[in-house]
Structure formats: structure tokens, C-alpha cells
């Protein structure tokens, strides 16, 4: 596995270099990367932006907003927060490959002290409170697997910065965004700084002491092509925002697997068929949304119809961790 250095703290550059590694940099070679943001909040794939943040606080502190391309909800992002990026050969499933890349953060922890745990389907906690949150990018037969690690990070900006639903914060089992996020500094039985616990994370995960020896440094001609994607993609409002259209249905329910929030029109004529949709939510998939949204307009509103289309594809692949139920119940329940 090869380290890649990124000292860069802006958000734009940090996630389109991601998407440059899986997409451009030899495949050959799995990839490891540990970075920083400015204050930022990071939208998960599949999320309506506006729905998820506090846009006036956005505002009155210049936190950037951007879009990244896996799925999951969305976080909060500021100098006391460190991420960790696995660019690799995809050889297991969704659930697997979750707990296999927070397995060095843990074990980590662990071997400083701290009881660090891989809860639920994308945490990793201490003492029942979430400290990391992780998600997952497809790209052909490569897997991006990143997530967070809250060192030091302002819990107050967390509530701040984000709207987190009532269901969200209900089904977990507590009163409030702040009572459910922790960092791990006032764990740790000897008080470090973060760079020394990003060198210790690094050091572990590739098992050498000497890893800077063979970090690879971007080149110029890899720091351009990270800089066009950021203008053409990361820095638009189409990507970081995007155009809502009106829909006039809409419905939203919580299951096991996320949040699912379904858009949509309904052409009636002689019969009623899906004519726009677009499914929101904090899920994982592997493969684009936007292909299942395709193969629904046309269909017929009617359960049978839905459920048949949904039995016919692999379902897996677009909405991990849900059942044709869910999918189903939030449609027409």
C-alpha cells in the first residue's frame, strides 16, 4: 500500500483528489491518504444539500459546503478532525469492506487505551458515542473507502452547521446531535498532538516505521489535473448544490439501512406512471442512483408494478442494507 502526502486543507481539492486517485492513478496499487479541511461540511452523495445544513450559520462563518461521491449523511469538518482514505482492489461486499478499513483505527485506539468499537453500519465509537463516521465510493473494480476521526474537533459547530432530523436523532436513542458525537483526545491516557496520532495511524496501517521514505508526492502534472476537476466539478453549485425540481410526491421514512427519501412525479393519463424521481437519503450502494432512477420513470404507480421492475435488477447494488419492503413501504405506505 502506498501513503500518499496531502497537506492541503481545502475541501474542494481534498475530494477531487480522491476522485483523481480511483479514476487516474494506477490501479495496480492500493492507496492510503490522511487529510484535513477548513471548516467544512461534506454532503454525502445522495443528500439534498439545502435539507441538511444550517445555511445561515453556513453563511456568518464561511464553512465551505461540497459534495463528495460516496454515500451516507452528512459531516462536519474543522482542523481537529483527521480523515483517512483507502483507495483499493474491491474484494468483499458492502458490510465487509465497512468494518474491514475502520479495523486499524480501532485496533489503534485499542493499543493506546482507548475501547474503541465498530457499531451499527458505518460508526466507530467510545462509550456509546460516535467518534467516526465512514462511507464508501464504487468506481469500476476499485473501492474508496473514507471516513472521519474527531480528534479535537468543535462539537458545538456539529450541531451548528448541521440540520439533523428528529427521526435521525429519535432512532438512536438520545436527546441531541452534541450528546452523540465525541472526540477521542480525553481518552487517551497519555495526551498527544494529532499530528503525532496521524503519524502513529499511518505507521500502523502500512507497518513501517520508515513510511515517509516512500510516500508518494504529487507531481505537477497531478496537482493540474486535481485543480481542473476542482473548477469543473467541486467548486460548481450544480455539484455542491444542484438543481431541486418540484415533485409532488414526496416520502420519507427511516429504516435499518438509512434514510430513504422518495421525489417523485406521477403522470396521470389513462394510467399513472412515475414520470420524475429522485431518491434522497444517508444510504450506501454500489452503483449510481441515478440508473435506478432511470429504470422506474415509465413504471406504472402501482405496488406490483414497482415491486417487479425492483425484483428484476440486483436492488443490492443501488440500496444496501434495504429490502425491496422498505423500498416498497416507503413508496406507497
Known sequence: MISIRNNCKDPRFNLALE?????????????????????????????????????????????????????????YHDLGNLNFTFIVRNKGDVAENFRKFTEPVVSLLRSLGVDAQFTGRNDITIDGRKFSGNAQYYFKDRLLHHGTILFNS???RVQEA???????????????????VTNILPYLKDSISLEDFKDALL???????????KEYILSEKDITAINELVERKYATWEWNYGESPAFNVEKKRRFTGGKLD?????????????SQIRILGD????????????????????????RSLLESIDFESYLAGFTIDDFIQCMFY
Not at 203 to 213: A, P, Q
Not at 262 to 274: A, E, M, P, Y
Request: charged share 30%.
Open 19 to 75: 476522485e483523481y486517485v480511483i479514476k487516474q492513478m494506477d490501479p495496480d496499487f492500493d492507496y492510503v491518504i490522511l487529510w484535513q479541511n477548513e471548516p467544512s461540511v461534506i454532503i454525502g452523495r445522495n443528500q439534498n444539500t439545502i435539507e441538511e445544513i444550517n445555511i445561515n450559520f453556513i453563511k456568518d462563518n464561511n464553512i465551505h459546503v461540497v459534495r463528495r461521491l460516496s454515500g451516507g449523511g452528512a459531516v
Open 154 to 156: 468543535d462539537l458545538a
Open 162 to 180: 448541521l440540520n439533523v432530523s428528529h427521526d435521525k436523532i429519535e432512532s438512536k436513542g438520545v436527546k441531541s446531535v452534541r450528546s452523540r
Open 203 to 213: 505507521k500502523f496501517i502500512l507497518n513501517d516505521e520508515d513510511y515517509k521514505k
Open 262 to 274: 422518495l421525489r417523485f412525479n406521477v403522470k396521470r393519463d389513462k394510467v399513472s406512471t412515475i
Open 283 to 306: 444510504f450506501f450502494g454500489k452503483k449510481e442512483i441515478s440508473e435506478l432512477e432511470s429504470r422506474l420513470i415509465g413504471t406504472l404507480y402501482k405496488e406490483e408494478a414497482v
